[in-house]
């Protein structure tokens, strides 16, 4: 099906461990984005990518790694996931060459850090 | 950078009743103007997007916003309201190649 999809959709993991979130868009979008949403603050850019092989760190980076080898995929990746990463994620993709402007969303991945 | 506020947390609204959420952005330059519709369990949809031109714009399922560049506003309206439209509504900014959201606000529709 075409559009932009995440996996999983609920995920629990224990502090300490390591987990990806994966994300995959059939749009052949350039641009990539990664948000967290939590109650109060909205969405926060953790990273973008304007390209394959190219990402930059948004807002609230730390504690994550993506990667981005292929222009469809883009995984997050927590290296030692912490309780303050509890929190929806959404990836997004942009069809223009600008992270400005309307950008498409997955339906999320609800992460909770025990 | 750009930022944006959504003043209003919650609001609730009859159904039947006019609706009008509020956006404000700073940001030196006229930037690009969006509002997202974010339904339980589900990722953001676009309603609508203003570039440039007529300050007016009309989006999907029955809404409108308007560009005021003098309050530096970008408020979001729908002249009745259906139970359908219960949800989270954000705002967002794009410009220097960065995007920025409001923190939202939760629409109830009271029967």
């Known amino acids: 099906d075409a559009g932009i999809t995440q996996s999983p959709r609920y995920k629990i993991t224990e502090t300490g461990r390591q987990v990806t979130l994966m994300c995959h868009q059939t749009?052949?979008?350039?641009?990539m984005f990664w948000y967290r949403q939590d109650l109060g603050h909205g969405l926060r850019l953790i990273y973008y990518?304007?390209?394959?092989?190219?990402?930059d760190k948004g807002e609230v980076s730390d504690g994550y790694v993506v990667s981005r080898s292929k222009t469809e995929n883009f995984p997050l990746t927590l290296e030692s996931a912490t309780r303050s990463q509890t929190s929806v994620y959404f990836c997004?993709?942009?069809?223009?060459?600008?992270?400005?402007?309307?950008?498409?969303f997955g339906p999320g991945t609800r992460l909770t850090v025990t | 950078a750009q930022s944006v506020t959504q003043p209003d947390i919650h609001i609730t609204v009859s159904e039947g009743a006019s609706l009008e959420l509020r956006c404000n952005y700073s940001?030196?330059?006229?930037?690009?103007l969006f509002w997202y519709v974010q339904s339980p369990g589900q990722g953001l949809q676009l309603l609508l997007k203003?570039?440039?031109?007529?300050?007016l714009v009309q989006g999907i399922k029955g809404f409108e916003a308007e560009f005021k560049r003098s309050q530096s506003s970008f408020n979001l309206r729908k002249p009745s309201v259906h139970w359908s439209d219960a949800a989270e509504y954000f705002c967002?900014?794009?410009?220097?190649?960065?995007?920025?959201f409001g923190a939202g606000t939760r629409l109830t529709v009271k029967p």
């Open positions: 997004a993709s942009s069809e223009l060459r600008a992270a400005a402007y309307e950008q498409y």
């Open positions: 990518s304007a390209a394959a092989d190219i990402t």
């Open positions: 967002a900014v794009g410009a220097d190649n960065d995007m920025r």
């Open positions: 203003y570039f440039s031109g007529d300050t």
């Open positions: 940001y030196g330059a006229t930037p690009y």
């Open positions: 749009w052949s979008h350039s641009y």
